[in-house]
């Protein structure tokens, strides 16, 4: 019982992390039908800035409140990374819109490549520890001297997560510019008919998928105390597949792809084998494609002859 | 009058290309600002801390402002006028040139290709030849052989196949594990692996079938980091992410390269040298892609290969037609994947160690990329786009000289990636079908005319 | 008068009934609550040109892809007779067996070439299968045996056959992409006539052709008829090409069928011109006298 209270909260924690990345990869797909494969890697981005402006805040600027510290990192982590995912919407792919359908998904691998290899040059090839933020943990139950515990990293985590998805849908259900997002998405022809500003709607789709990959990278920092230039390939597989699992498109699907993408890892690790959790993962996505390839909460797709 | 309005227009382009260059250096303040200027590196107690490089920030910027400058002014409205500008018909000559260019080009290279050893041997001596044969020629030859390989799954049938390197990795690991522990030759390993491989590529292949578009890119990709995992992991079988070293070298029908006194060298008489092997491999690799490329273009012109191209252009069509698509679609997988276990036991017998490092996803993603760069179904293009990203990026290990301008501590070699990821996006940009995108019909009733890369499709994978 | 409406039940009498092609018993298609046909029963009789004809949303291509294996039907039967006296259940066959064994070829709706590929090349994939034999599944091929090479040569000149019949030799080494929309419409059917079909159907051969090109199809489809002895069921809006070319005539509304008939018996039957006009009841009978005059008119 303890061991699986104890997985059931890592799991979520991770899947928390996952489900954030994994709008950015649903968004994008649902507007303009393109696996954005350097996602992955503006997470990663995103959690370097972090870690870069939370050591100038600490210390360089002596900021004591690592609470203050972490939401002003968050703000500005968005804010950077949601530049960047502007950019490299504007510079690589728009050029390519309406064009050979294969060219965005390698002018994105592309772009994945120069992300991670241009943080290994910038930033160097080392492991990046920052010292343990919210060390403490609340011990929900204990025996054998076993116990289930919840640390306060997890609790911020869950709770900053709840925010900012509650916030998004409102974004995205209530206000014109989740409606025109919408529209884009059903059609994008007839979208720009009824004037609707097409390709800022796209950039906009993309600066949001960042900011949350933004605070996906933030938290995962928070979480691990330690980032790579490399690290954003795994959990950007990882979380394209919670996209999917969820039904590439449906950001509740997405949520919850997330999560359960988590939970797995993190009960397959338990129960079974730490070396071949990805290898569970990576499976799950493989499955999911051959026999459910509409996801969970997706619209099943017809072919037309 | 006229003149004063275009004037006041140049002027006002001339103010919103200075604001335009303005807003592009902010934006590149605000990414490169950070992630350039503060650099984070472990002090003496292993505590990260930042330490700034803000000249470079500013070189960064500049060189952003002052290029977007020259893109809004100079470089696109030259692009746009020569667009705009009715293009000349070709003229007779012009047309003669380039189909001689087409028609002497491939026999051409292949002559080149056949001497390039002893070019390279007379004008740097043996010893001098080491790198470029093996650097150069090897490595760029194996990029070659597997962009054919896996042209023949993307550029003919148009399946996107983004876990290609598994079977580059089957074939590998065949070789290393058949040859250590059964002592078996190459030559006998080398179309045991490629079957290996092609069994692979069914077993693979089948369940992704009925997959199309970006799903089955990602279903590939999944099973090809599932492959690379479970060599990591399968530690009792293939010793883990330690990999396999002292793998077997090649011999020449037996006769080792080797200081041994039926070894080649002194079989022949000659001094001892590690070129020969190297020359040797050169020669294998290059016959190997060359039965590749046969191999492709053979079955281009026959009903399997004009089968993968109409599957490519449209599944339902070749169905109502009779063709069993399952059928074709397996056996471009296996072929594509036969040859991949070629080059992977080729490759292992080379480098006589292989890791799973060697097979990780940014391999296909780079095989995938000389596909689509080099123009979907053109061999020629895949060769061509082989020798300008291997080549080019192996030719930045080689810039030394940039030492004297960044100083001792700059590595060329950490900025070929970059480098490698930069020219996918911009060949993209500027050439999206690839640098050939015309294709050569199979057959032809009255005569032979290449179709406009705007007609062919790009499949459904 | 009247009595010349009732013309649906003797369908016993019906000369395509003899010796039909195809038999289509009861076959209904649903796809989750919709019911796109519901048990219908027709037959294409041998040598004839059929016509399925019916307003928008009828479930005619359904009928089609039920017929061509696109689409499993949720009920029924579907008999393919060859002349040679072969027969197939083609509810039970994979799409592409359909092509390849029971021998019914078809055209799209939203043509579908393969546009990168030349006229002639579009014409040799549809003899993919006899090639692939002759090539030794490839291996024989690869090697170049001189068996291929003539099974090629003879595909080549079924491909010239079929570029001639349709007016396209001139062309041949053209991608199918750069042909007008009429032309690309005859490569279709030239390809479908390439797989050597017993039935031929095609999903509304017409749209969107002029009168001069749809006159020439008319001649095509009744030329083919003649010298092939092929089947042909066709999907069509154009009436001037239903009445003038089909011996036999099946009119679908909602998925049912509402009537089937020569051509002449069907134009004049109220439920089709219903359908058709859309009336209520009420008014098929204001309808039905409005034709008996003009029979009348015809007759006198």
């Given at each position: 019982m303890e061991v699986f209270l104890q997985q059931l909260i890592n799991g979520i924690t991770l899947g928390s992390i996952y489900g954030l990345i994994a709008i950015g990869?649903?968004?994008?797909?649902?507007?303009?039908?393109?696996?954005?494969?350097?996602?992955?890697?503006?997470?990663?981005?995103?959690?370097?800035?972090?870690?870069?402006?939370?050591?100038?805040?600490?210390?360089?600027?002596?900021?004591?409140?690592?609470?203050?510290?972490?939401?002003?990192?968050?703000?500005?982590?968005?804010?950077?990374?949601?530049?960047?995912s502007w950019t490299i919407e504007r510079v690589a792919y728009r050029p390519l819109r309406g064009s050979f359908r294969l060219a965005p998904l390698i002018s994105a691998i592309g772009m994945s490549i120069v992300l991670s290899n241009f943080i290994q040059v910038a930033q160097g090839p080392r492991n990046k520890p920052l010292p343990p933020m919210f060390p403490g943990t609340i011990t929900l139950m204990e025996r054998n001297g076993f116990a289930a515990t919840i640390s306060y990293k997890q609790i911020l985590i869950w709770v900053v997560t709840a925010v900012l998805l509650a916030a998004f849908w409102y974004l995205v259900q209530k206000t014109s510019l989740g409606r025109a997002q919408r529209a884009c998405e059903q059609d994008r022809k007839m979208a720009a008919l009824l004037g609707i500003n097409v390709d800022r709607t796209i950039s906009l789709t993309f600066v949001m998928g960042a900011a949350l990959a933004a605070v996906a990278g933030t938290l995962y920092l928070t979480y691990y105390g330690v980032v790579n230039f490399s690290d954003g390939f795994t959990p950007g597989v990882k979380a394209f597949t919670a996209a999917v699992l969820g039904g590439i498109g449906s950001l509740p699907g997405a949520v919850l792809g997330g999560l359960l993408i988590g939970l797995i890892e993190t009960f397959w690790s338990g129960y079974f084998s730490i070396d071949y959790k990805d290898v569970a993962a990576f499976s799950i996505l493989a499955i999911v494609l051959i026999f459910m390839p509409q996801g969970l909460l997706g619209r099943p797709e017809v072919e037309k002859v | 009058m006229a003149g004063a309005t275009r004037k006041d227009t140049d002027g006002l382009n001339a103010a919103a290309a200075v604001k335009d260059?303005?807003?592009?250096?902010?934006?590149?303040?605000?990414?490169?600002?950070?992630?350039?200027?503060?650099?984070?590196?472990?002090?003496?107690?292993?505590?990260?801390?930042?330490?700034?490089?803000?000249?470079?920030?500013?070189?960064?910027?500049?060189?952003?402002?002052?290029?977007?400058?020259?893109?809004?002014?100079?470089?696109?409205?030259?692009?746009?006028?020569r667009k705009m500008r009715d293009k000349p018909a070709p003229t007779a000559a012009q047309i003669a040139r380039r189909s001689a260019i087409a028609k002497w080009f491939p026999s051409t290279s292949l002559v080149f290709l056949f001497l390039y050893p002893a070019i390279v041997?007379?004008?740097?001596?043996?010893?001098?030849?080491?790198?470029?044969?093996?650097?150069?020629?090897?490595?760029?030859?194996?990029?070659?052989?597997?962009?054919?390989?896996?042209?023949?799954?993307?550029?003919?049938a148009g399946l996107l196949d983004l876990g290609y390197v598994a079977f580059y990795a089957v074939g590998a690991y065949s070789y290393a594990l058949l040859s250590i522990h059964f002592g078996l030759s190459f030559w006998l390993l080398l179309p045991l692996a490629g079957i290996l491989a092609a069994l692979w590529g069914i077993m693979l292949g089948f369940p992704v079938l009925r997959?199309?578009?970006?799903?089955?890119?990602?279903?590939?990709?999944?099973?090809?980091?599932?492959?690379?995992?479970?060599?990591?992991?399968?530690?009792?079988?293939?010793?883990?992410?330690?990999?396999?070293s002292s793998i077997p070298k090649i011999t020449l029908f037996g006769i080792p390269f080797d200081a041994s006194p039926n070894g080649f060298a002194k079989m022949f008489g000659l001094p001892l040298s590690s070129a020969y092997y190297k020359i040797f491999l050169y020669y294998l690799i290059l016959l190997l892609a060359l039965l590749t490329a046969y191999v492709t273009i053979r079955l281009r012109r026959l009903p399997v290969g004009r089968a993968w191209e109409a599957l490519r252009e449209d599944e339902i069509a070749c169905r109502s037609l009779g063709i069993n698509t399952t059928n074709t679609k397996l056996t471009a997988f296996a072929l594509g994947a036969m040859f991949g276990g070629f080059a992977g036991s080729f490759f292992a017998a080379r480098q006589g160690f292989v890791s799973p490092e060697s097979f990780v996803f940014m391999e296909s993603a780079v095989i995938v990329a000389i596909v689509v760069l080099g123009g979907m179904g053109s061999m020629i293009g895949v060769a061509l786009a082989a020798v300008a990203m291997i080549g080019g990026t192996e030719m930045l290990r080689e810039l030394d000289f940039l030492k004297a301008v960044f100083g001792n501590n700059f590595d060329p070699?950490?900025?070929?990636?970059?480098?490698?990821?930069?020219?996918?996006?911009?060949?993209?940009?500027?050439?999206?079908?690839?640098?050939?995108?015309?294709?050569?019909?199979?057959?032809?009733?009255?005569?032979?005319?290449?179709?406009?890369?705007?007609?062919v499709k790009e499949g459904h994978g | 008068m009247s009595a010349a409406f009732d013309t649906i039940a003797p369908e016993v009498a019906a000369p395509w009934a003899d010796d039909p092609v195809l038999t289509v018993e009861h076959v209904s298609m649903r796809f989750g609550g919709l019911v796109a046909v519901n048990d219908l029963s027709f037959s294409v009789g041998r040598g004839d040109i059929t016509a399925l004809i019916g307003p928008n949303g009828a479930g005619k291509t359904t009928v089609f892809n039920c017929i061509t294996g696109f689409y499993k039907p949720t009920q029924g039967m579907l008999l393919l007779k060859h002349a040679s006296g072969d027969s197939f259940l083609l509810e039970r066959m994979p799409d592409f067996r359909i092509s390849a064994k029971a021998k019914v070829a078809r055209t799209f709706q939203n043509i579908r070439l393969f546009s990168g590929m030349t006229l002639?090349?579009?014409?040799?994939?549809?003899?993919?299968?006899?090639?692939?034999?002759?090539?030794?599944?490839?291996?024989?091929g690869v090697l170049g045996v001189p068996t291929y090479k003539r099974a090629e040569k003879e595909a080549i000149e079924r491909a010239r056959y079929w570029l001639d019949r349709t007016g396209l030799t001139a062309r041949a080494d053209d991608p199918a992409g750069e042909l007008p929309y009429g032309a690309q419409r005859r490569l279709e059917i030239a390809r479908a006539m390439?797989?050597?079909?017993?039935?031929?159907?095609?999903?509304?051969?017409?749209?969107?052709?002029?009168?001069?090109?749809?006159?020439?199809?008319?001649?095509?489809?009744?030329?083919?008829?003649?010298?092939?002895?092929?089947?042909?069921l066709l999907i069509e809006h154009d009436m001037s090409v239903v009445m003038e070319i089909s011996d036999h005539v099946v009119v679908l509304e909602y998925g049912t069928k509402i009537s089937d008939g020569t051509p002449l018996e069907v134009r004049s039957d109220p439920r089709v011109i219903a359908a058709y006009l859309g009336v209520d009841d009420s008014e098929v009978e204001k309808v039905e006298e409005q034709l008996d005059e003009i029979a009348e008119e015809a007759a006198g």
């Amino acid at each position: 019982m303890e061991v699986f209270l104890q997985q059931l909260i890592n799991g979520i924690t991770l899947g928390s992390i996952y489900g954030l990345i994994a709008i950015g990869y649903t968004m994008v797909f649902g507007i303009i039908g393109m696996v954005n494969f350097a996602h992955g890697d503006v997470f990663m981005v995103a959690a370097f800035l972090a870690m870069i402006f939370f050591l100038l805040l600490t210390t360089v600027f002596g900021l004591s409140s690592i609470i203050l510290a972490l939401i002003i990192v968050l703000v500005i982590a968005m804010v950077l990374t949601s530049l960047l995912s502007w950019t490299i919407e504007r510079v690589a792919y728009r050029p390519l819109r309406g064009s050979f359908r294969l060219a965005p998904l390698i002018s994105a691998i592309g772009m994945s490549i120069v992300l991670s290899n241009f943080i290994q040059v910038a930033q160097g090839p080392r492991n990046k520890p920052l010292p343990p933020m919210f060390p403490g943990t609340i011990t929900l139950m204990e025996r054998n001297g076993f116990a289930a515990t919840i640390s306060y990293k997890q609790i911020l985590i869950w709770v900053v997560t709840a925010v900012l998805l509650a916030a998004f849908w409102y974004l995205v259900q209530k206000t014109s510019l989740g409606r025109a997002q919408r529209a884009c998405e059903q059609d994008r022809k007839m979208a720009a008919l009824l004037g609707i500003n097409v390709d800022r709607t796209i950039s906009l789709t993309f600066v949001m998928g960042a900011a949350l990959a933004a605070v996906a990278g933030t938290l995962y920092l928070t979480y691990y105390g330690v980032v790579n230039f490399s690290d954003g390939f795994t959990p950007g597989v990882k979380a394209f597949t919670a996209a999917v699992l969820g039904g590439i498109g449906s950001l509740p699907g997405a949520v919850l792809g997330g999560l359960l993408i988590g939970l797995i890892e993190t009960f397959w690790s338990g129960y079974f084998s730490i070396d071949y959790k990805d290898v569970a993962a990576f499976s799950i996505l493989a499955i999911v494609l051959i026999f459910m390839p509409q996801g969970l909460l997706g619209r099943p797709e017809v072919e037309k002859v | 009058m006229a003149g004063a309005t275009r004037k006041d227009t140049d002027g006002l382009n001339a103010a919103a290309a200075v604001k335009d260059a303005i807003l592009a250096g902010v934006i590149a303040l605000g990414i490169f600002g950070p992630l350039v200027g503060l650099k984070s590196e472990q002090n003496m107690r292993n505590e990260l801390v930042l330490t700034t490089r803000w000249g470079l920030v500013a070189i960064i910027v500049g060189i952003v402002i002052v290029g977007r400058f020259l893109l809004t002014t100079v470089i696109w409205p030259t692009l746009r006028a020569r667009k705009m500008r009715d293009k000349p018909a070709p003229t007779a000559a012009q047309i003669a040139r380039r189909s001689a260019i087409a028609k002497w080009f491939p026999s051409t290279s292949l002559v080149f290709l056949f001497l390039y050893p002893a070019i390279v041997v007379s004008l740097v001596g043996f010893q001098g030849s080491l790198k470029w044969v093996d650097n150069f020629g090897i490595q760029i030859l194996i990029y070659v052989m597997l962009g054919w390989g896996l042209n023949i799954v993307v550029g003919l049938a148009g399946l996107l196949d983004l876990g290609y390197v598994a079977f580059y990795a089957v074939g590998a690991y065949s070789y290393a594990l058949l040859s250590i522990h059964f002592g078996l030759s190459f030559w006998l390993l080398l179309p045991l692996a490629g079957i290996l491989a092609a069994l692979w590529g069914i077993m693979l292949g089948f369940p992704v079938l009925r997959l199309r578009g970006d799903y089955l890119a990602i279903v590939t990709l999944a099973f090809g980091e599932i492959i690379r995992l479970v060599l990591i992991n399968f530690r009792e079988l293939t010793n883990g992410s330690a990999g396999i070293s002292s793998i077997p070298k090649i011999t020449l029908f037996g006769i080792p390269f080797d200081a041994s006194p039926n070894g080649f060298a002194k079989m022949f008489g000659l001094p001892l040298s590690s070129a020969y092997y190297k020359i040797f491999l050169y020669y294998l690799i290059l016959l190997l892609a060359l039965l590749t490329a046969y191999v492709t273009i053979r079955l281009r012109r026959l009903p399997v290969g004009r089968a993968w191209e109409a599957l490519r252009e449209d599944e339902i069509a070749c169905r109502s037609l009779g063709i069993n698509t399952t059928n074709t679609k397996l056996t471009a997988f296996a072929l594509g994947a036969m040859f991949g276990g070629f080059a992977g036991s080729f490759f292992a017998a080379r480098q006589g160690f292989v890791s799973p490092e060697s097979f990780v996803f940014m391999e296909s993603a780079v095989i995938v990329a000389i596909v689509v760069l080099g123009g979907m179904g053109s061999m020629i293009g895949v060769a061509l786009a082989a020798v300008a990203m291997i080549g080019g990026t192996e030719m930045l290990r080689e810039l030394d000289f940039l030492k004297a301008v960044f100083g001792n501590n700059f590595d060329p070699d950490q900025f070929r990636m970059l480098f490698f990821g930069l020219a996918m996006v911009l060949v993209m940009i500027w050439k999206p079908r690839g640098f050939v995108g015309a294709r050569e019909p199979t057959v032809f009733l009255a005569e032979r005319k290449s179709i406009s890369s705007s007609l062919v499709k790009e499949g459904h994978g | 008068m009247s009595a010349a409406f009732d013309t649906i039940a003797p369908e016993v009498a019906a000369p395509w009934a003899d010796d039909p092609v195809l038999t289509v018993e009861h076959v209904s298609m649903r796809f989750g609550g919709l019911v796109a046909v519901n048990d219908l029963s027709f037959s294409v009789g041998r040598g004839d040109i059929t016509a399925l004809i019916g307003p928008n949303g009828a479930g005619k291509t359904t009928v089609f892809n039920c017929i061509t294996g696109f689409y499993k039907p949720t009920q029924g039967m579907l008999l393919l007779k060859h002349a040679s006296g072969d027969s197939f259940l083609l509810e039970r066959m994979p799409d592409f067996r359909i092509s390849a064994k029971a021998k019914v070829a078809r055209t799209f709706q939203n043509i579908r070439l393969f546009s990168g590929m030349t006229l002639l090349e579009n014409l040799l994939v549809a003899q993919h299968n006899a090639l692939m034999i002759a090539s030794g599944m490839s291996i024989l091929g690869v090697l170049g045996v001189p068996t291929y090479k003539r099974a090629e040569k003879e595909a080549i000149e079924r491909a010239r056959y079929w570029l001639d019949r349709t007016g396209l030799t001139a062309r041949a080494d053209d991608p199918a992409g750069e042909l007008p929309y009429g032309a690309q419409r005859r490569l279709e059917i030239a390809r479908a006539m390439c797989t050597g079909p017993e039935l031929l159907c095609l999903d509304e051969p017409a749209a969107g052709l002029n009168p001069r090109e749809s006159a020439d199809l008319n001649a095509l489809l009744l030329g083919i008829r003649e010298t092939e002895k092929t089947s042909i069921l066709l999907i069509e809006h154009d009436m001037s090409v239903v009445m003038e070319i089909s011996d036999h005539v099946v009119v679908l509304e909602y998925g049912t069928k509402i009537s089937d008939g020569t051509p002449l018996e069907v134009r004049s039957d109220p439920r089709v011109i219903a359908a058709y006009l859309g009336v209520d009841d009420s008014e098929v009978e204001k309808v039905e006298e409005q034709l008996d005059e003009i029979a009348e008119e015809a007759a006198g």
